[in-house]
């Protein structure tokens, strides 16, 4: 990765939402900051609401994309905020890291040559 690459790399934001003030404590104290507002769609939202309702400790670790970020950053930042709120969880954080540089260098490579062609194809002399 380039200096120019780390400069543009902007790392991800993961923010916690607890369905009761025990999680919400939780996940602060394991370094998480909490989402203040926003609206939590799908299955976690269900989940969390069901949470709330049965006072059941339910968390979920929430992240933004970008498109300059790739999802494989937003990856490792969720095992990151597990491993945080579940420190007997010691997973080989190493074999992930090196997964995550191969696909980045692989999805550059491949946005390069698309590039190339997208300049081969375009030019009115092609």
Known sequence: ????DNQKR???????VGSNEHTRRRLKSSGISLMQSGLVPGI???????????????????FELHPEMLDTEAVVAIVESITKLSPQLRPALTPLYQDVEKIENELKTITRQKNELNTLHSSPYA
């Open 1 to 4: 990765m380039t200096e120019q």
């Open 44 to 62: 976690t939202g269900t989940l969390l609401n069901e949470g709330k309702l049965s006072n059941i400790n339910v968390a979920a670790l929430l």
């Open 10 to 16: 902007q790392d991800p934001v993961i923010r916690g």
